[in-house]
C-alpha cells in the first residue's frame, strides 16, 4: 500500500484499483499452490536444496523478464547503484532471505505445506510484534485481537492434534503435527 | 488445506480448517489494526489524489 500522493485521473485510477486487487488475489491464489506444489515435487524424490534452487531461479526469470517490460528493473538498479545504503540493506536482506528460504523449504519438506502456512502466519503475527518494538507506533485494540486469534488458533490446533495423536509426539510427513514444531 | 486434501490427498481434520480460519481472521484483525493506527492508509491500495 503506497502512500506517495501521485496526480492520476479517476478512470486511471479505477484501472489500477481493479487491476491491482485482481494481481493479489491471483498472488493469493498462487500462494496456496505453491508450498502444495513443493511438497509434490519433494514426493517424488528431490532434494531441498534442488527445489529452492529452481523454485528461485525460475521466479528470477520471471521477474527478470516481467520487471524488464514493465520498466521497473532499470529504475531499481539506478536507485541501487545511487544509494549505497540502500543497496548494502538490499545485500543483507538477500542473506536473511536465504537463510529463510532455506528453513521454509525445510519445513515443506519435515511437515508439509499445511504446516508450513500457519508456521509463515505465526511469522506474520510475530514480525507486527517485533515491529512495535523496532518502530514505535499507536497501539490498538485489534492487534491484541489478532494476536488472540492468531496464537490462540495455533495453540488450539496444537492441542487437538496432541489429543488425537494420544500424546504421540506425530511430526511426520502426513501427520505435519505441531508437536514438531 | 483445500488444494492439500486434491491435489496431494492429504487427511486435514475438521479442526484444522476451523483453526486456519481462525488465523486467517485473526490477520484481518491486524490489517483493520493498521486501517484505524494510519489515517491514511487506503483499503484499496491507492492513496492517491485524484484529478477533476
Redesign the interface.
Known amino acids: 500500500?503506497?502512500?506517495?500522493?501521485?496526480?492520476?485521473?479517476?478512470s486511471f485510477?479505477n484501472l489500477?484499483?481493479f487491476v491491482?486487487?485482481a494481481l493479489?488475489s491471483l498472488s493469493v491464489v498462487a500462494d496456496?499452490?505453491l508450498p502444495?506444489?513443493q511438497?509434490?515435487v519433494f514426493?517424488h524424490g528431490s532434494s531441498r536444496v534442488e527445489v529452492t534452487f529452481f523454485t528461485n531461479i525460475l521466479c528470477l526469470i520471471g521477474m527478470s523478464v516481467g520487471f524488464t517490460m514493465t520498466g521497473d528493473l532499470p529504475n531499481a538498479f539506478a536507485y541501487a547503484t545511487g544509494n549505497p545504503h540502500a543497496f548494502l540493506l538490499m545485500t543483507i536482506y538477500t542473506f536473511l532471505a536465504y537463510i529463510a528460504i532455506t528453513f521454509h523449504m525445510a519445513l515443506v519438506k519435515e511437515f508439509?505445506?499445511?504446516v508450513t502456512v500457519?508456521v509463515g502466519?505465526m511469522r506474520?503475527?510475530m514480525t507486527?510484534l517485533l515491529s512495535f518494538v523496532l518502530f514505535p507506533?499507536?497501539?490498538?485494540w485489534?492487534?491484541v485481537?489478532?494476536?488472540?486469534?492468531?496464537f490462540?488458533?495455533?495453540v488450539?490446533?496444537a492441542v487437538?492434534k496432541e489429543r488425537?495423536g494420544g500424546g504421540k509426539r506425530d511430526g511426520g510427513r502426513?501427520g505435519?503435527g505441531f508437536g514438531g514444531m | 488445506?483445500?488444494?492439500?486434501v486434491s491435489?496431494?490427498k492429504?487427511?486435514?481434520?475438521w479442526?484444522?480448517f476451523m483453526?486456519?480460519a481462525?488465523?486467517s481472521?485473526?490477520?484481518?484483525?491486524?490489517a483493520?489494526?493498521d486501517f484505524?493506527?494510519y489515517p491514511?492508509?487506503?483499503f484499496?491500495?491507492?492513496?492517491?489524489?485524484?484529478?477533476n
Not at chain 1, 1 to 8: A, E, P, S
Not at chain 2, 1 to 4: D, E, F, H, N
Not at chain 2, 10 to 13: A, D, G, P, Q, W
Not at chain 2, 44 to 51: A, P
Open positions: 500500500v503506497g502512500t506517495t500522493q501521485k496526480q492520476i485521473s479517476p485510477l489500477l484499483t491491482g486487487i493479489v496456496a499452490f502444495n506444489f511438497e509434490k514426493d508439509g505445506g499445511i500457519l502466519n506474520k503475527a507486527i507506533k499507536p497501539g490498538s485489534l492487534y485481537f489478532g494476536g488472540v486469534f492468531v490462540g488458533s495455533l488450539g490446533n487437538m488425537l502426513d505435519g | 488445506m483445500l488444494i492439500a491435489l496431494n492429504k487427511t486435514v481434520h479442526f484444522e483453526f486456519g481462525l488465523i481472521v485473526g490477520m484481518i484483525f491486524f483493520a489494526a484505524t493506527v491514511n492508509f487506503d484499496v491500495g491507492g492513496n492517491y489524489t485524484k484529478t
